[in-house]
Each structure stands twice: as C-alpha cells, then as structure tokens.
C-alpha cells in the first residue's frame, strides 16, 4: 500500500510529468489559456492515461513478449483505437460527459505523455495495480501542472508585459518558475524509498 | 507568408531558421527540452531525429500515391514508429552508454509533433526529392536549435562544453541550468533575444 501511495506521490509532484520531464507540453502551452478549458483537459487526460496503464499492462503481459521489436508500433495503434472506441460509447451513453471531454481526446492520443506513461511503466517493469496508480499520479500530476499555469497565466493577461515577452516566451519563463518551485519536492520520500 | 517555395534549395533552407521546428514554429519541444542538458545528448538527439525525419518523409512521400486519405495519419504514424523502432535498436547496439542517457526519449521520438507535421504538411504532396529537401532542412534546424539549448546548458550547468572543462576550477557551475527548470528559462530566453533582434531588424528597414 505504501508503495502505491509513493508511486502516486512521485508520479504527481516530485517528477511531475510536465515539469521535470518535459512530456505533454503541447496542451500545457495550448490550452492553458483559461481556468475551465484547463482544467477539463487535465481531466481528459487523466482518463486516456488510465485507459494506456490498462492497454499497455495487457500488451506487456500478454503480446510482447512473443514481439518485443512492435512494442512502439503495438502501443500507439492499441492506445489510439481503444481511446477512439471509448470515445464512441461515452458520445452514446453520456452525452454531457462527451461534451465536457470529448474534444480533447483525439488531441491527446499520441501525446507523448501518454506514450511516455506506457514507456516508463513498462522500464520499470510495475504491475496492474502500480500501473494504475502511476497514470493517477501522471494524470493528476498534468492536471495540477495546467490548472497552475492557466492561472498564472489568466493573472497575466492584465499585466503590462514587455513586448518582445508577449506569447510562447512569457508562458515558458512562467513555466521554468513553475518548474523550480515544483523542485522543491526533490528529496521527498528519499528516506523511505 | 510568401509565394510557396519551388526550389529544392528553398526547401531545404526553410527550415534553417526562417522556419525553424523549435524556435519559430514551436513543434518538437518535448526532446528539444528534456535531452538537452548536455551538447552531446543533443547531437544524438538530433541524429535520430534526423534519421527518422528524413527516412519517413522519402518512404511516405513515394508512397503518396496509394496511402488512402482517410487512413494517411494512421500510415503515417505506423511509418515513423519503424524508423524509430529501427534508430532505438541502433542506438542501443552501437552506443549503449548514449542510449542508457537518453532512455525512453528515443523511443518518445514517434510523438515528435514536428514529423508526423512535416509527413502531412509536406512530404504526402511533394516529390521524393523536395520531400528529402524539405525534411533534411527541417532536421538541420532541428539540430541547430537543440545544439544551441544543449551548449548553454552544459556551458552554464556544468562549465563545460562536449565534455571538456572551459573555465578551470575557479567557475561555479549554475546547477539549474542542466535540471529541469534551465529548460524552460533556456527556451524562454533564447526566444526573448529573438524577437528583440527580429524587432531591431523589423526597424532598420
């Protein structure tokens, strides 16, 4: 148990997939413009990384094995048609649930955070129960890290910025300030790992 | 923008810096900010990317003529994860210790926005040559743009430059700057100092 909770912990603040490893930067600096779009992508997402910690822990135990050299070609088809599938039944069963989410989903299938989450969980080799605590952690990790920036980055729409700072540049330094203060939970848990 | 380029040779200088992948059009950012802390992992870096690029673009622009339309993202996505599974497996053979470093970032190449962007922005339309043109210039400043990153990063981060010491004992190195936050203020600067130089020039004329 204390395991997962570390897994969850790591995978959420102290290695944050956004800020100390530089995966799904794409929606981080599209979509972060306002509160609420963030905050339904960080959603999003949390739901297609916990369909990939399923596919990739069911292709890792049961089909690579026999085909180690598909693995990459194996994760993106499996993980892209099964997240277009679920999309299919939330469109019918849950339409207000699709309108929440659904424009995010073909946006983010070949994420690189998704494929990094099916990458790293495979590297180290964790099982059913882990993979789904570390795509929790990635997910909520993600979300945190967008809802952060969305703020900052509403605040700054007020402001008088520098014209040469106007744009992708202004979000990356915000992005490395953010990024140093998420730092600060380095060394957490180092005594019980 | 201007008239489309009908050159071979503009195709190939477009990417340079006009329209630079990482700088101008802002694809790619994902390898360009995690590998680069130090010169040499960026010319890996770049090196496979390359290799992808430039394999993909001549595979999917031969085969332009019978990839259906409705399945050409899919293709395309299945083209460039053989060549990244065949560059991962290279690596891994002839520079372990290169691979090991990099880890799951190769494999990450396949989500490179910046090739399945040229494989349908470019290489599905044009012939095999301006294909090549196209993304061996794209791949180039690719390269320019994570060697820039990479060496001042490590320049900073570690006083040092390929592995050689520039600055002799005395230099205490920046730290930040090769963790992950220099990445973000890397980026984020070098982009500040262009628009300015953009602005100066944009007032000249």
Redesign the interface.
């Known amino acids: 148990m204390g395991d997962l909770l570390w897994i969850f912990v790591a995978a959420a603040v102290v290695n944050n997939f956004t ?8 929606p981080f ?1 599209g979509v972060s413009g306002r509160l609420d779009t963030a905050f339904r992508m960080g959603l999003a997402n949390i739901f297609v990384l916990l369909v990939t910690a399923v596919c990739a822990w069911f292709l890792n135990a049961f089909i690579l094995p026999h085909a180690p ?1 598909l ?3 194996a994760f ?2 499996v993980i ?1 048609s099964v997240v277009q599938f679920v999309e299919m039944a939330i469109r019918k069963l849950s339409p207000a649930l699709f309108e929440a989410l659904g424009i995010f989903l073909p946006l983010i299938t ?3 955070a ?3 989450l099916a ?2 969980q495979t ?1 180290r080799e964790y099982g059913f129960v882990e993979s789904i605590s570390f795509a929790l952690g990635a997910g909520v990790g993600l979300t945190l890290a967008l809802v952060l920036m969305a703020g900052v980055r509403v605040e700054n729409e007020l402001r008088d910025v520098p ?3 106007e744009g ?6 915000v ?3 953010l ?2 203060a998420f ?1 600060g939970f380095a060394g957490l848990f180092s005594g019980v790992a | 923008m201007a008239a489309p380029p009908t050159t071979v040779n503009e195709d190939f200088i477009r990417g340079l810096w006009k329209e630079n992948p990482v700088f101008v059009q ?1 694809l790619g ?2 390898p360009a ?2 590998v680069t802390n130090s010169a040499i992992n960026a010319v890996a870096m770049s090196a496979a990317t390359a290799f992808v690029l430039c394999g993909s673009s001549v595979l999917v622009s031969s085969m332009r003529s019978i990839i259906p339309k409705q399945v050409r993202i ?1 293709t395309f ?2 083209v460039i ?2 060549f ?2 065949v560059a ?2 290279t690596l891994m053979a002839l520079l372990p210790d290169v691979h090991k470093e990099l ?2 970032f190769i ?2 190449i ?4 910046l090739i ?1 962007g040229r494989q349908e922005a470019f290489a599905s339309r044009n012939t095999v040559g301006r294909a090549l043109a196209d993304a061996a210039g794209m791949s180039t400043g690719f390269g320019i743009a994570l060697l820039m990153l990479g060496g001042i990063r490590e320049i900073l981060g570690s006083g040092s430059l390929f592995g050689v010491s520039l600055f002799g004992d005395s230099f205490e190195p920046w730290i ?1 700057m090769i ?7 890397t ?3 070098l ?2 100092v262009f ?2 130089m953009e ?1 100066r020039k944009g007032g000249a004329s």
């Open positions: 800020l100390s490893w530089f995966l799904g930067l794409c600096l050299y693995r990459l070609i993106i088809v892209a070949t994420n690189c998704i494929l990094g990458l790293f590297n014209d040469v700072l992708a540049a202004m979000s990356f330094l992005a490395g300030i990024s140093m730092m | 802002l950012l994902c900010l995690a899919t996505i299945i994860a053989t990244v599974t991962d497996f880890g799951a494999a990450l396949v989500a490179n926005c399945l930040i963790l992950p936050p220099g990445g973000f203020l980026i984020g600067l982009l500040v628009a300015r602005r």
